[in-house]
Nanobody, 125 residues
Framework: QVQLVESGGGLVQAGGSLILSCAAS????????MGWFRQAPGKEREFVAR????????NYLYSVEGRFTISGDNARNTVYLQMNSLKPEDTALYYC??????????????????WGQGTQVTVSS
């Protein structure tokens, strides 16, 4: 069994910053990539960012590029999402996800094998 546990969410004013963390644990955990998704009330789950463990390549949702940075600590099986210049439209429940194998489009939730419970990010205007 693999567990992903997110932390770091909270309430912040527009223009502020937050750092989300996702710690992975479990039996012989090894993933191909880790991603962050978010889901606002009444909306579908949306890709935010992804990092591949091998080589460290990253991808971002166009609306967060330049404001958010995904990084990872392979030795600790932990991935981070640094979020700067936050906007009210960034308000959502943020989920961490792990993909065990490369399977095409990295921005689809169906390509990920394990999910965390989510951490709430609320940005006030």
């Amino acid at each position: 069994q693999v567990q992903l546990v997110e932390s770091g969410g909270g309430l912040v004013q527009a223009g502020g910053s937050l750092i989300l963390s996702c710690a992975a644990s479990g039996r012989t955990f090894s993933s191909y990539a880790m991603g962050w998704f978010r889901q606002a009330p009444g909306k579908e789950r949306e890709f935010v960012a992804r990092i591949r463990w091998s080589g460290g390549a990253t991808n971002y949702l166009y609306s967060v590029e330049g404001r958010f940075t995904i990084s990872g600590d392979n030795a600790r099986n932990t991935v981070y999402l640094q979020m700067n210049s936050l906007k009210p439209e960034d308000t959502a429940l943020y989920y961490c996800a792990a993909a065990l194998f490369p399977r095409g489009a990295f921005n689809l939730p169906s390509k990920y094998d394990y999910w965390g419970q989510g951490t709430q990010v609320t940005v006030s205007s």
